[in-house]
């Protein structure tokens, strides 16, 4: 299918957090209860729109376990998007977060979009990380964030979403060189590629969506 | 060599010796040497010796090869020569090549010595992340060799270097840039790395997708020519069956990226499709290969039917069907093509539908399932491609009842066309054709048109044969099983016994039409007790799942074969354990389990072709049944019987129950749908009766505030009641008012220029005043009242205007406030629908009301600045008035002072007369009195 953009998106974090769910959720709309452990990376794909615009995403949805952390690293740098996830039920994987988003700006490049979820917002009673740390952290490494339940689909399309807003909105503001594909972003087989050399085109971009 | 005793002076006695030390001195000086110069000849000199003393050069020299590559990182052309000198030491690919005159033997040694040597290198898994480091550097005598060099490293210890390469972070992008090259032998030769790369490897293969491969790949085989390209167009579609095979990942991620669609132009071949190079058929063949792997019966059924439909819609089916078709097409080509088109359309209904209306460009046009069936049972056609058209016939009918049903009717006497060729007649002539291969293919084929369809079964048992003349026609059912009893090839009794067990398997009419003819029992029981070689175990396997078939799918109709019957028959001729035994002949088969492994029909020879893939899983399915049901005593029969039936009531009225349950569940949905949206209506419909009535509020509101407006101006001016208000007319009301309001504002207007004329006029009056108040004359004064009485009237007339615009714009408010008061109450009980229109019009006539609000207040301020205009002119007037007074006074003191002087002159003239004096006339005097004033009084 036609598309104006395509973006790169990786899912992280630590094992069981939901990662392979959310991507499940969001592809498929449906939630997979057994956990089933991801070996290396899986791969998904779904298209959205934003502001009018028809955006593929390609989801590569990473294993949680240490043992793949040395092959996951490969898919940060052509990432456009990172999807950051934690459990709310389970501290520690809130406080492995540090290490993963080290990780994360070591190996990416510096314009990646990284959303932090806090999955599994429907076990309510068993809550170990409140919202506002959540919030807190965020705000401190300058993420977004949002908590999300991939059982319930509660918040699922707009942390895949809200990600992709970001990233559009970084193109328009001319932050991502959008013809070198190792950032993660391709530009849809339509698109006049002349506008999108500029750095600056809001001016082309609207003319575009005008004729659209 | 020259060079070398160049270097080493005159150590040249005896090479093998002398070599060996060379070597060693070779690698003292590029340990130790302090000149970059120095180190460069050395490793230089060693490059040379490599080929042809590698073992040696291999064991003296890889450390410090190793350390010039850590150590001298800035001078590319040494690190070259190390690098070249490590790749002769550890490729075995060039010693292959340069010593073929070598025995085997030989060989098998060098190519122990490049495992050796790479064991060594990969010692240090630093070493390799070394080599990936050094493929950075741009100059091509360094990134060249690098790549030979981790190539010849993959190929010798594959999983070693992929696990090293794997976990450093930028190992898989940096080799994937090689792609990007502009140097074509690097781009080529990272394409081969890529390859041993991936091999196996499915971390790797999604890491190299993830890095754009496909992209890079398709768009490399796109400029080098599609199929007509090279090699390097061969390499790429290695590299990509690479990462496709068995990596559901990257296959997913291949359908998404819309790179099917890509491979269409692939088979885009022209009319002339004679003499195609042998490279052009290796790269279709890779390309077709790549298709298939998208479609495979083994991957997961929603990948491959969402492949296949992708592949439908993008129009690639259609074109692989045009090379089907075409002329020329070499025959492994056209063959691999079949099989192709066979995986695209299996099981997806759309693709089936799609192949049953393709024809052959013949004359007349054919379709091309015939034109594939007579390639099918033409003995002169290959075995393989023989083999494909099965397959391709399964594929079109595998989970096709519609297919299956058309085929099946070619047969039946209703629907028979005498002056076409048929399906159905292509299969009985291969079925009852002397070649066995025929015989085979065909009865598997008939079977696939009734796998799993009782319909087509029962169909079938229809269709007679004319044998010969003037005997009666035979059932197909019946001349299959006089066929298997005149004792033809295996090939041919196997496929028969196949289709036969197919047919009859799960349909009971079957069994009873095969039991009616008295024939065939006794045949089966004779084939299955007899002893025969080993040539006949199949089939005496098969004879026995047919017996067996018989037994478990009996209804008992027939009196001399019933389930009992049978049994006892089995029992007494054969045995029980004799008959199980038999039985197990079909699975002990030794080509029994590599049929069972994949659906596509392959065999190594035409002998081995005798087990059908669908045929395998009928016989997992019923070996069991039938060694139960043969086993069973008849008491336990019956036991089980009247279990089975009370267990079927039981299971009948759960059922009943069930049904109900999801009745009643669907009536409870439906229901509870309906609250629900009769709550919502609800809702809205409270909403909008509370909107309502609010407005209403409203409504009465701005009417009582209006009313009392009213009420405070003039209530006389409500003349104009013969207006009355028609609801419908509202709108055309609206425009009226508006158009009211319209006139009014031009009236304004004019009044407006009238006032300020008026104003001009008042001024020029008051200066006329001003300069009237000193000698008031008596004309003046009546002007003056004149003009005054002029303008009064003027300020009435416009007083009137003004009265008149305020009793329009009395009526007007009036009027839009009836329309809106109008509209408010009949909105309680109507529909939403009308109160949207309603309300939107009140809103309309609310804010027109309000502008008419507007402009009354304007008018006001005019008028009352009218009328304050007038109150100056009346002060004015009154003014005047006293001044004109005032002179009137004057002059009637004058008038006195006349008559007084008057009476004096009077008096005088008396007197004057009196004295004797002649006095004038009076009127003389009357007429000079007045300019004679002043000489009077000076005579005084």
């Known amino acids: 299918m036609a598309y104006a953009y395509l973006f790169k998106y990786i899912i992280i974090g630590d094992t069981g957090v939901g990662k392979s769910c959310l991507l499940l959720q969001f592809t498929d709309k449906r939630f997979q209860p057994v956990h089933d452990l991801t070996i290396g990376v899986e791969f998904g794909a779904r298209m959205i729109t934003i502001d009018g615009k028809q955006i593929k995403l390609q989801i590569w949805d990473t294993a949680g376990q240490e043992s793949f952390r040395s092959i996951t690293r490969s898919y940060y740098r052509g990432a456009a998007g990172a999807l950051l996830v934690y459990d709310i039920t389970r501290r520690d994987t809130f406080n492995h977060l540090t290490t993963w988003l080290e990780d994360a700006r070591q190996h990416s490049n510096s314009n990646m979009v990284i959303m932090l979820i806090g999955n599994k917002s429907d076990l309510e009673s068993r809550r170990e990380v409140k919202k506002e740390e959540g919030e807190a952290f965020a705000r401190e490494h300058g993420l977004i964030f949002m908590e999300t339940s991939a059982k319930t689909a509660s918040n699922v399309e707009e942390a895949f979403i809200n990600t992709a807003k970001e990233i559009y909105e970084k193109i328009q503001e001319g932050v991502f060189d959008i013809n070198n594909e190792a950032n993660g972003i391709k530009i849809g087989p339509q698109h006049p590629t002349t506008n999108s050399t500029l750095p600056s085109s809001q001016g082309g971009q609207h003319a575009g969506g005008g004729c659209c | 060599m020259n060079f070398l005793r160049g270097v080493m002076g005159g150590q040249t006695t005896g090479p093998q010796p002398t070599e060996a030390e060379t070597i060693q001195k070779l690698c003292d000086r590029v340990a130790s040497s302090t000149l970059l110069e120095d180190r460069r000849d050395a490793v230089r000199a060693l490059k040379s010796l490599s080929k042809k003393y590698r073992m040696e050069v291999g064991v003296q020299s890889m450390d410090h090869l190793i350390n010039i590559l850590q150590t001298d990182r800035t001078d590319s052309e040494i690190l070259g020569y190390a690098l070249d000198t490590l790749y002769n030491v550890i490729s075995n690919d060039e010693e292959e090549e340069q010593d073929e005159s070598e025995d085997e033997n030989a060989q098998k040694q060098g190519d122990d010595a490049g495992t050796k040597f790479t064991e060594k290198f990969l010692q240090d898994p630093e070493h390799i992340t070394l080599l990936l480091t050094l493929l950075e550097e741009f100059d091509f005598h360094v990134r060249w060799p690098c790549v030979k060099l981790l190539t010849a490293l993959l190929k010798n210890q594959g999983i070693q270097v992929q696990g090293i390469v794997l976990v450093s972070p930028m190992g898989v992008s940096r080799l994937m840039d090689l792609l990007a090259d502009s140097r074509e032998v690097i781009r080529n030769d990272g394409l081969l790395l890529l390859q041993q790369l991936t091999k196996g490897n499915a971390a790797i293969q999604k890491i190299v997708a993830f890095e754009n491969a496909f992209e890079r790949l398709l768009d ?121 088109v066979s995986e695209v359309i299996r099981g997806s209904q759309v693709n089936q539908d799609y192949f049953a209306s393709v024809n052959a460009p013949s004359n007349p046009p054919r379709p091309a399932i015939v034109v594939l069936l007579m390639s099918m049972v033409n003995e002169r056609q290959p075995f393989v491609l023989r083999c494909a058209v099965l397959y391709c016939f399964q594929c ?21 066309d005498a002056n076409s060729i048929s399906a159905g007649q292509l299969l009985c002539g291969g079925l009852f054709s002397p070649d066995s291969l025929s015989n085979w293919c065909a009865a ?37 099983t006089n066929i298997l009893s005149q004792g033809s090839k295996v090939q041919t009794r196997v496929g028969l016994l196949m289709l036969l067990c197919t047919w009859i398997s799960n349909c009971p009419i079957a069994v009873t039409h095969f039991l009616h003819n008295q024939d065939n029992v006794p045949f089966l029981t004779a084939q299955i007790s007899e002893n025969l070689g080993e040539d006949e175990r199949l089939v005496q396997g098969l004879c026995a799942l047919l017996l067996g078939i018989c037994v478990y799918y009996n209804d008992n109709s027939l009196e001399n074969y019933t389930k009992e019957k049978l049994k006892q028959l089995i029992e007494k001729r054969i045995g029980k354990e004799n008959f199980i035994e038999k039985l197990g002949f079909i699975t002990k088969h030794e080509l029994y389990s590599r049929a069972a492994l994949k659906p596509q029909p392959v065999f190594l020879s035409p002998e081995q072709m005798l087990f059908d893939h669908e045929f395998t899983r009928l016989v997992k399915e019923l070996e069991g049944l039938i060694t139960k049901a043969v086993h069973k005593s008849s008491e336990e029969e019956k036991k089980e019987e009247e279990v089975k039936k009370t267990l079927e009531q039981h299971d009948n009225i759960v059922t009943q129950y069930k049904e109900l349950i999801r009745e009643q569940d669907a009536q409870i949905q439906e229901l509870k749908e309906k609250v629900a949206s009769m709550t919502t209506q609800t809702e809205q419909l409270q909403a909008t009766v509370s909107q309502q009535q609010s407005q209403i509020q409203q409504h009465k509101d701005q009417y009582n505030i209006l009313k009392l407006k009213l009420g405070k101006e003039n209530q006389s001016q409500s003349n104009n009641q013969g207006d009355t208000q028609v609801n419908g007319l509202q709108t055309e009301e609206l425009s009226q008012l508006r158009e009211q309001l319209e006139e009014l504002r031009r009236q304004q207007t004019l009044l407006q220029t009238q006032l300020s004329e008026k104003d001009a006029v008042i001024d020029s009056l008051k200066s006329a005043t001003q300069a009237a108040e ?30 008149h615009l305020k009793a329009e714009r009395q009526e007007l408010q009036r009027r839009a406030e009836a329309a809106s008061s ?50 100056i002119l009346q002060t004015e007037k009154s003014k005047l008035q006293t001044e004109v007074q005032e002179s009137k006074k004057e002059q009637d003191d004058l008038l006195m002072l006349l008559a007084d002087q008057d009476q004096k002159i009077h008096s005088l003239k008396q007197r004057l007369k009196d004295l004797g004096e002649t006095v004038e006339d009076e009127d003389d005097i009357d007429a000079r009195d007045q300019t004679s004033d002043e000489e009077d009084e000076d005579e005084d």
């Open chain 2, 444 to 480: 598997v084929a008939l079977a696939h048109a009734l796998q799993d369809n009782l319909t087509q079964k029962e169909q079938l048992l229809r269709v007679q044969l004319a044998t010969s003349l003037g005997k009666p026609p035979v059932s197909l059912l019946q001349q299959c």
């Open chain 2, 220 to 340: 490399i085989i796109t400029e080098e020519g599609s199929s007509d390209g090279g090699i390097v167009v061969e390499d790429c579609l290695l590299l990509l069956v690479n990462l496709l095979k068995n990596n559901s990942s990257n296959q997913n991620f291949f359908k998404e990226g819309s790179y099917i669609q890509r491979m269409k132009p692939w088979f885009e071949v022209g009319e002339d499709n004679s003499g195609w190079s042998a490279q052009k058929v290796t790269n279709l063949h890779l390309m077709l290969q790549l298709v298939r792997l998208m479609v495979s019966p083994v991957n997961s059924p929603g990948a491959t039917a969402s492949s296949q439909k992708c592949m439908y819609q993008c129009g690639l089916l259609q074109q692989l069907c045009t090379i089907l078709m075409a002329t020329g097409v070499p025959a492994d080509i056209l063959t691999e093509t079949i099989n192709t």
């Open chain 2, 774 to 803: 000193g000698p008031a004359g008596g004309s003046d004064n009546t002007e003056l009242l004149q003009e005054l009485e002029a303008l009064k009237n003027q300020v009435q007339s416009h007083l009137a205007e003004i009265g």
């Open chain 2, 822 to 871: 109008d509209t408010a109450p009949p909105s309680d009980n109507s529909s939403d629908a009308t109160n949207a229109e309603l309300q939107s019009r009140l809103a309309a006539q609310t804010s027109e009301t309000e502008k008419l609000k507007e402009g009354r207040s304007e008018l006001e301020k005019q008028l009352a600045s009218a009328t304050s205009t007038v109150a």
């Open chain 2, 396 to 416: 079109f009918l595998y989970k096709n009842q519609k297919g299956q049903g058309e085929i099946v009717a070619t047969l039946l006497p209703s629907t028979i």
